[in-house]
């Protein structure tokens, strides 16, 4: 089992940023690739950025290329999201999540971590 544990949400300006951490535990972190997806109200839940076990090779949705960023730090067992130019479109609920193998946009992770929120006024 791994537990993922995410933080860093709240609320932001338009035009403003936000770095999520995603702390995980219970096994080697290094073992995981890792993703971001968020889901807003009323809405499915959407990929937006993963990145493999040693945070050589990332991929992120169209709508947050070039203002996001995905990185790791695998000594801390944490995954972040760099949010950056950020408007009221990227309000959602974010959450990581944490499987064995890198993918392109598939949500079918083993683990979740709870989610946090992110609300940006315009």
């Known amino acids: 089992q791994v537990q993922l544990v995410e933080s860093g949400g709240g609320l932001v300006q338009a035009g403003g940023s936000l770095r999520l951490s995603c702390a995980a535990s219970g096994r080697t972190f290094s073992d995981y690739a890792m993703g971001w997806f968020r889901q807003a109200p009323g809405k499915e839940r959407e990929f937006v950025a993963a990145i493999n076990w040693s945070g050589g090779n990332t991929y992120y949705a169209d709508s947050v290329k070039g203002r996001f960023t995905i990185s790791r730090d695998n000594a801390k067992g944490t995954v972040y999201l760099q949010m950056n130019r950020l408007t009221p479109e990227d309000t959602a609920v974010y959450f990581c999540?944490?499987?064995?193998?890198?993918?392109?946009?598939?949500?079918?992770?083993?683990?979740w971590g709870q989610g946090t929120q992110v609300t940006v006024s315009s």
């Open positions: 999540a944490g499987d064995r193998t890198f993918k392109l946009g598939s949500a079918k992770y083993l683990y």
